[in-house]
Structure formats: structure tokens, C-alpha cells
């Protein structure tokens, strides 16, 4: 048995939100407020403040808003100046204290002005104490800062306020948190992004235990900032004092969505690496009661394990899947329909030989038909289905040539890489692990393939690729093609059949054709299936939306009505112009990232051109 107990933290905020000096938030054993949440505790001040100023002095007398500090917490800016103010005068005449100084004091807990502002996002009161020129970096009994303050409801208006009044973000508590720590234990991602992007923080750094923000992230459970600190370029087997990659820490909580993410992130190394106490996060997880997840972890290691094994005799035909067995369907059909129609019907003297025309006219039809239709068969499976681009260090460590060629091709770096609208607008959902990009909207990462792919379709393993916005048009080529090749060698067959049957009344019926009853049987089958699948993709091209999305709309925002939560497709651009968009890829739109409708930006601070300047 693992001896791991919980890692316990306690910022000392925590325990005293609503007001200062007063305790009502519950905490957990590591110090996180659990049932009235940060958020929680955000909306209850937000409303009392809310009523307080609408009911004027009724509510005043509830909240009794009676120090700098509950003044501060509540967003009370001309109750803070009248008390500022009231102080002066007390205490100019004994200490000669200015308002500066008033404001620099601290509560009974040691907390200050700033630090109550910063945590209740009252970004007009941050400014007001700056510009009297409080200490912006003064620090509690914990060593917090009010940018560690800021960090813990994610009051991002506030942490750009401080950061640009001078704050630094480089100053760590006395445990060794800094500001991205603490986002980080509080599951404010879009705090980690604008810090990251605007200011350059380093988001990887280690508190006292060895600890980076991701080993946060992953206790707590915050797939979204664990994500966005993998691809930010976190170190995914970074271990801990305790010899604790995020990893374990994940399965000893057992979150499995943070386990998940950290394995597609490139963190599959952890699967067997042991901690101080000689436990693989699988057993930690089984250990600490989450049975399901320790399981999965160990059939991942199984998996990868046997991964590794066949990679190394990976063929080219293990590549094509199940492509060679289509393309030996079509080429026995013509080569059935040869031997037992068209051959017979050009000898004289057997049950076919009446020659006609329209024999020949459906050969040639299926014989170049099913030829250009083999044509586009192999383009699909050759095409790029519209792969994106993986971030250079995800190329490099899969292939020293590929990595050449994308530094050549100049895929940029991590931080150009992240400067999405996506992101900006809080959508960490678009962020890929694996290939260490933020993907467009309608791009989905294929499991098969092992890359993302732009307008994602499916996978198929009779083609033998991902079908996507790169070939999609030859894949439905290659289905009407083959249909009608379908379709005029059965009618060829059934005619040569039926003038056959007629000849056998004088003759009577041979053998010879069993092997034309086959071929209608089976070209009936194959007529059923391919003219389902051609019609299904005709009909998706046609309103311009793909089969991932039809089956997963529910799990898109972008396919979901804001009114009432059903399916809408802001694609559709009637019928002549989806069409022309998939039939020529290259014609079509920009991937987008965000749609114009809902560009608002869940930051809390406009567009990103505020944030950027
Ligand atoms: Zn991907």
C-alpha cells in the first residue's frame, strides 16, 4: 500500500471569503473550499454587493460595510473614500498619515486592501489603490500577493490591472506557489493563458515540493488548464519530491479525464514509472479506491506495450487496412462478369451468343467506370484527408525527417501556435494534446491516423485513410462511380441472363449460368451498401456537414442552437455553394476558429485586441 496522504495547501484566503475577517467557507483537507466553491462564493458577493447597492442604505445595514477591507471585498468605492478619507483626518492630527497609508494597512489576518479588490475582481478599487500607490507586491503572513488573490476566482481584469500597475509575477508564497500555481489549483485556465501569452510567465515552474502547475492541475481535476499547460509546453513527467509525475497524482484522485489527457499529451512514460514508494499510477489509483481508472491505466500500459511491438513490423499493407480487400472485390466482379457473360456471348453456338449491342454498350460502361472508380479509390487512400500541422517538438519527437521538414516549412513556435481566437475566447475544448496545437472548428483529432484532421469526416477501413476535407471529394467520386459500375453490370448480367433463359427453352438451362446468378446476387448486396453510404455522404455534402458531426453534434457548442440547445448547422450555405465547397477544397473557406455569432470572450476583458493592446 501506497503511504501517499492528499497534498495539502492552505492559502489562507481561503477560509475567510466573504468577508474579511470573518470564517464561513468549508474547506476540504487540502485547504479548497468545497461546497460553497470560489465561484459560489464570487456570485454571493457579487449579488449581495448587487443588492446592496440598489437598496441603498436598507441593505447597508445588513452587509454593514464598515472597514477598507469589507470595502474593498464588496466593491464599496465611495464607502471606501468616505472611510479613507475619515481616517485621514483621525489620524493626520497624531500620525500624519496620508491615504496611502490608510490603505496599506492591513486587516487583523494580515490581508490587504488590494488583496480583497483583487480577489473580488473590483477592478475600479484595484486601479483606485494603485493610483494612491499602495504597495502592489505587499505580501500576507502567507507570502500571497494580491496577484495570487487574483488568480483563485480567475478575476483576469484584476490580474491585468496589477500586472501593468507594476505587480511581479515572479514573486512565490511561502510554499513556493506562484500565480500560475495557484490558477492552476483553482482551475482558472484563462488566467495561465493571458499570463502566458501576454506577459511570457513561465508556467512550469516548481513550488517547494517540486510541484509545477500541472501537477496541480492534474490533482485537482482541471483537464482544460492541464491541457493547456501540456501544450503550452509543460514537462508531463516532471517529478515531484515524492517522485510523482502528474500522472500519479491524476490516479491518486482518481480523475480520469486529467489521466486521459496527460497520456495523449506524451506522458505514457509514467505509466511505469514508480514514485517514492515503488507504485505505478495504476496500482496508486487501485490503492486509493478508483478501481476503474487504476484498471484502464494498466490496460493502456498492456496496450502501448503491444503498440510498440507491432509498429516495429508495421507493413505497408497493415497501413492499408482493409483497402486491398475492395479493391479484390471490384477486380473479381469484372474479371466473374467477363468469364461468364461477355466471353460466352462473343462464341457462337453458346446459350449467349446472340450478340447485341447492349451487351457490349454495359461492359463498356462497368469496364470504365469501375476503372475510374479504382482511380479515385487510390486517391482517397493516398490523399492527404487535410492533416494539420503538429507543433514542430511533437514532429521532431516522432521523426528527426518529418521535424526537418516542418522547421522548414516553418511551423511556428508554441506561442505562435497558441495565439488563437479559439483560446482567447476560453474554447479549450479545440486544444489537441497529442499534436500540440489548437485545432480549427469542425477538425477532430482521428484516432486511427493519430493526427488531427481538418473537416473531419471518418475513418475508413475500406479505403484505408481518414476521410476529411483533403479527400472527401474523391471519396464520393469513388462511390457514385462505382455505383453506376454497380449498377450497369447488374442490368448487363440480368439481360444476358434473361435472353439466356429465353435460348434454354429451346436448349435447355446449363451450368453456365450459375455463375451470372452469383454475380446478380452479389452485385445486388454490393448495391444496397455502396448506394446507402453514396446517398448518406451526397446528402451530408449537399448541407455541408460531416458524419463525426452528425453523430457527435451534441458535444459541439458550434452545432448547437443557443436558444434551445438542438441541432443548427451555421455551415449550411445552401446547396450550390456546400457542394462547391467540398467538391474543391482548395476554394474553400478559411478553418475557422471561432464563429462570428458568438465571439464573446469568456476572459471577461474584450476582444483579444484589448488584451494584446
Ligand atoms: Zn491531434
Redesign the pocket.
Known amino acids: 500500500m501506497s503511504n501517499h496522504t492528499d497534498i495539502s495547501y492552505h492559502p489562507s484566503h481561503l477560509n475567510k471569503s466573504i468577508l474579511p475577517g470573518q470564517s464561513t467557507v468549508e474547506v476540504d483537507e487540502t485547504g479548497v473550499s468545497t461546497e460553497n466553491g470560489p465561484s459560489n462564493l464570487s456570485k454571493s458577493l457579487s449579488s449581495m454587493s448587487g443588492k446592496h447597492s440598489r437598496r441603498g442604505a436598507v441593505s447597508k445595514e445588513i452587509v454593514d460595510v464598515d472597514t477598507i477591507w469589507k470595502a474593498c471585498a464588496y466593491g464599496e468605492f465611495e464607502v471606501l473614500v468616505e472611510l479613507v478619507e475619515q481616517q485621514t483626518r483621525q489620524e493626520k492630527t497624531k500620525l500624519n498619515h496620508t491615504a496611502r497609508d490608510i490603505l496599506d494597512h492591513k486587516d487583523d489576518q494580515g490581508h490587504t486592501c488590494l488583496q480583497w479588490a483583487a480577489l473580488n475582481n473590483r477592478v475600479n478599487i484595484v486601479s483606485y489603490l494603485l493610483e494612491e500607490g499602495v504597495a502592489v507586491d505587499a505580501q500576507d503572513p502567507t507570502g500571497q500577493t494580491a496577484l495570487h488573490w487574483a488568480a483563485v476566482r480567475g478575476s483576469l481584469e484584476s490580474v491585468e490591472t496589477l500586472l501593468r500597475g507594476g505587480a511581479n509575477p515572479a514573486i512565490e508564497d511561502s510554499k513556493g506557489y506562484s500565480v500560475c500555481h495557484v490558477a492552476a489549483q483553482y482551475g482558472q485556465a484563462s488566467i495561465i493563458y493571458h499570463v502566458y501569452m501576454k506577459w511570457g510567465i513561465n508556467t512550469d515552474m516548481p513550488d517547494n515540493d517540486g510541484r509545477t502547475p500541472l501537477h496541480w492541475a492534474c490533482y485537482k481535476g482541471f483537464r482544460d488548464v492541464a491541457k493547456l499547460l501540456i501544450v503550452m509546453g509543460a514537462d508531463v513527467m516532471k517529478m515531484d519530491t515524492e517522485d510523482c509525475t502528474p500522472l500519479h497524482w491524476a490516479a491518486i484522485k482518481g480523475h480520469t479525464d486529467a489521466s486521459m489527457a496527460l497520456l495523449q499529451g506524451g506522458a505514457e512514460d509514467a505509466l511505469e514509472s514508480t514514485d517514492a514508494s515503488g507504485c505505478t499510477p495504476s496500482q496508486l489509483a487501485i490503492d486509493k479506491g478508483h478501481r476503474g481508472l487504476g484498471l484502464n491505466l494498466a490496460e493502456y500500459r498492456y496496450h502501448r506495450e503491444s503498440r510498440q511491438r507491432n509498429s516495429q513490423s508495421c507493413s505497408f499493407l497493415t497501413r492499408l487496412h482493409l483497402a486491398p480487400v475492395i479493391w479484390g472485390i471490384i477486380i473479381s466482379m469484372l474479371v466473374l462478369m467477363t468469364i461468364t457473360v461477355i466471353l460466352p456471348s462473343r462464341q457462337d453456338g453458346s446459350m449467349f451468343s446472340t450478340s447485341f449491342v447492349g451487351v457490349s454498350i454495359g461492359a463498356c460502361v462497368t469496364y470504365i467506370s469501375a476503372f475510374i472508380g479504382l482511380v479515385f479509390l487510390y486517391k482517397t487512400t493516398v490523399a492527404d484527408p487535410g492533416f494539420?500541422p503538429?507543433n514542430h517538438l511533437v514532429q521532431m519527437r516522432e521523426s528527426n525527417m518529418m521535424g526537418k521538414r516542418c522547421l522548414e516549412e516553418g511551423f511556428g513556435s508554441t506561442e505562435s501556435s497558441l495565439d488563437s481566437p479559439a483560446l482567447w475566447a476560453g474554447n479549450w475544448n479545440q486544444i489537441?494534446v497529442?499534436?500540440r496545437?489548437v485545432?480549427p472548428l469542425r477538425a477532430k483529432?482521428c484516432a486511427t491516423t493519430d493526427?488531427?484532421i481538418e473537416c473531419f469526416d471518418h475513418f475508413c477501413p475500406w479505403v484505408g485513410n481518414a476521410v476529411g476535407k483533403g479527400n472527401r471529394h474523391y471519396f464520393l467520386l469513388f462511390l457514385w462511380i462505382e455505383l453506376l459500375a454497380i449498377v450497369a453490370s447488374g442490368v448487363t448480367v440480368v439481360v444476358s441472363l434473361h435472353r439466356a433463359i429465353k435460348a434454354s427453352n429451346k436448349a435447355g438451362i446449363g451450368l453456365s449460368i450459375i455463375g451470372p446468378i452469383f454475380f446478380v446476387v452479389f452485385d445486388m448486396v454490393l448495391f444496397i451498401s455502396v448506394a446507402a453510404l453514396a446517398i448518406a455522404q451526397a446528402s451530408q455534402v449537399s448541407r455541408n456537414v460531416t458524419t463525426n458531426e452528425l453523430s457527435n453534434w451534441h458535444r459541439y457548442a458550434y452545432l448547437r442552437s443557443e436558444a434551445h440547445g438542438d441541432f443548427t448547422n451555421p455551415f449550411d450555405r445552401g446547396v450550390q455553394e456546400n457542394c462547391k465547397e467540398v467538391c474543391f477544397p482548395s476554394l474553400a473557406p478559411k478553418p475557422c476558429y471561432v464563429l462570428e455569432s458568438s465571439k464573446k470572450p469568456s476572459h471577461g476583458l474584450g476582444e483579444k485586441d484589448t488584451l494584446m493592446e
Open positions: 494539420l503538429q489537441c497529442t499534436c496545437i485545432r483529432h493526427r488531427c
